[in-house]
């Protein structure tokens, strides 16, 4: 049968274990590669009915990404947001906050925000704070890492909380020298206030969604797994109708695998729902249900990941002895209950674990589930893995989910709080890929942007340009080759799905590929070079044109 279409020029189709696979050209029928190989073996098997794309001079074609962790929904309400992340200053946030409480009327009118950094302030901030400038409002605003939130006094208030509240399992509330709450809340206590917040109209959720989805096509991802939600939230019960509305309609521009929280896991039980199960009547089944999502600690820049040694002193606030090695959001001994329930369902797990302690339990928990759940078993972020245990991911059929955006981000913090720790066990990319571990990229959007290259770019050189000059390359050791970030951004996100049928551009697999300038593989990688700000000119999914010409 002749060929749909024709592509030709320089094209890398990871094919094999390593390499680029470099082709002159591929040919796709019915949405797939039929052949790929040189341009003059693929004309004899075209016709005068065969479309045909050449490849621009300075550009290559690349499989299309898959984003392994990007909180889809949460990226979309934060289109809705006050957006702190670009706040230098305390001073600066607060400016935006008075802003967004002076531009909405109704007092009523919850104010929702995100972004803040104590690292980046020196400071933290309060209730107090944000009365002095949004009087009277209710308002949650989540800091950087969705771990903690700063609360207004109404929304305390809103929330029953006072001096007497205790801390809640798995949270934190803090509090001043009298004992009454600051206003910063940290990991589970987040739902004490949170939970009383109005949700978002579905409307609203889904157009946010087709934004966002777009933008990402075009940066050349074509899948996204969603984790859920960042943190507990009121709008959660409208993602998966949201997910199956668009794609129903034609219009989820992305394939998606929408993972449920596990405190909704007797819910999705009930309903019958199980990994890989379509959302809606699609027949392409472009929306599935993918994973159990279950917190096993809290994160680095909250001071809550959980650790296998003290973390180190910290001058902005001291840890009570109790906290000095993080939070479990989870004990081992719930996570393996609720891991056990989801797989004997059929459901598969993925458990958010950043700090050593964490990531060891994850893996003991993990290591008993079933070999043929419908998805992989998985850790997110894995931020630091004691030696001792890299091996066990491989070992055991453990997919690593990890973003290495997230170095250019803490590694200041990073090597403040975790001291000699931090580059010694902190993202070991290149110990995990030795030991043959499939290893997922993604961007953790909205906590970082949801461009995925410079994620890409950020595991091959392990620096960011916006560092102070003179700061050290943060754990060169760990560094991967960009052939294979690559293949963690293409081929490892589609495995961990066992989606067998993604990532590479040869024969049998979907016709998904991104035209991005060859500069990006040609030039050698840096600090904001030409990888880290590549944008594709053309990206197709099923073999056809979703963005450019």
Request: aromatic share 4%.
């Amino acid at each position: 049968m002749p060929l749909d279409l024709l592509i030709t020029g320089r094209i890398a189709t990871l094919a094999g274990s390593a390499g680029f696979g470099w082709v002159e050209a591929i040919g796709i029928r019915d949405g797939r590669v039929a052949f790929a190989g040189s341009e003059v073996d693929l004309e004899t098997r075209a016709d005068p009915f065969t479309q045909r794309i050449m490849l621009e001079p300075g550009t290559v074609a690349v499989p299309g990404l898959t984003d392994a962790h990007l909180h889809l929904a949460s990226a979309a309400a934060a289109l809705h947001q006050v957006d702190l992340s670009g706040a230098l200053t305390f001073e600066e946030a607060m400016t935006r906050v008075a802003a967004a409480h002076n531009a909405t009327a109704d007092p009523d009118i919850w104010l929702d925000g995100h972004g803040w950094d104590p690292d980046r302030w020196g400071r933290w901030p309060s209730a107090d704070d944000l009365e002095r400038v949004a009087p009277g409002r209710r308002m949650t605003l989540w800091a950087h890492d969705h771990h903690s939130l700063v609360a207004s006094h109404a929304a305390l208030r809103t929330g029953g909380l006072g001096g007497e509240t205790p801390d809640p399992a798995g949270g934190v509330i803090d509090r001043d020298a009298d004992g009454a709450p600051t206003g910063i809340l940290r990991e589970t206590a987040t739902r004490l206030v949170k939970l009383h917040q109005p949700a978002l109209d579905q409307a609203a959720l889904e157009a946010g969604v087709a934004i966002v989805g777009r933008a990402l096509v075009a940066l050349g991802v074509v899948a996204v797994h969603d984790p859920g939600w960042l943190s507990p939230d009121p709008h959660m019960e409208l993602t998966f109708p949201a997910y199956a509305h668009l794609s129903d309609a034609g219009e989820l521009p992305v394939r998606l695998h929408a993972s449920l929280r596990d405190d909704a896991l007797a819910t999705a039980i009930a309903g019958g729902l199980r990994s890989g199960l379509v959302l809606g009547s699609d027949p392409a089944g472009w929306a599935r249900i993918g994973w159990q999502k279950c917190f096993a600690d809290g994160s680095m820049g909250s001071r809550t990941a959980a650790l296998l040694d003290d973390i180190e002193p910290d001058p902005d606030r001291p840890l009570p002895e109790h906290l000095r090695r993080g939070v479990w959001q989870t004990t081992p001994n719930e996570l393996a209950e609720r891991v056990a329930r989801a797989s004997a369902a059929g459901i598969a797990t993925q458990i958010h674990a950043i700090g050593d302690a964490a990531v060891r339990a994850a893996l003991d928990v993990l290591s008993t589930v079933p070999r043929d759940l419908p998805l992989l078993p998985r850790i997110e972020h894995a931020q630091m893995v004691h030696a001792a245990d890299r091996p066990r991911f491989a070992a055991n059929g453990i997919a690593a989910s990890i973003q290495p955006v997230h170095i250019g981000s803490d590694a200041a913090q990073a090597r403040r709080v975790w001291g000699d720790r931090a580059e010694s066990r902190g993202y070991p990319l290149a110990s995990l890929v030795r030991t043959g571990a499939i290893v997922a990229f993604g961007t953790d959007a909205p906590v970082e942007s949801f461009d995925p290259w410079p994620g890409v770019a950020m595991a091959v050189v392990r620096e960011d340009p916006r560092w102070p000059a003179g700061t050290a390359v943060f754990g060169p050791d760990e560094a991967i080759s960009l052939e294979r970030a690559l293949r963690a951004a293409c081929i490892d996100p589609a495995g961990a799905a066992r989606e067998l049928d993604r990532g590479r551009l040869i024969p049998g697999q979907r016709a998904d590929l991104a035209v991005i300038p060859a500069a990006a593989i040609d030039e050698p990688v840096e600090p904001g070079g030409a990888l880290a700000t590549a944008r594709p000119s053309l990206v197709l999914i099923d073999g056809e044109v979703v963005f450019g010409r």
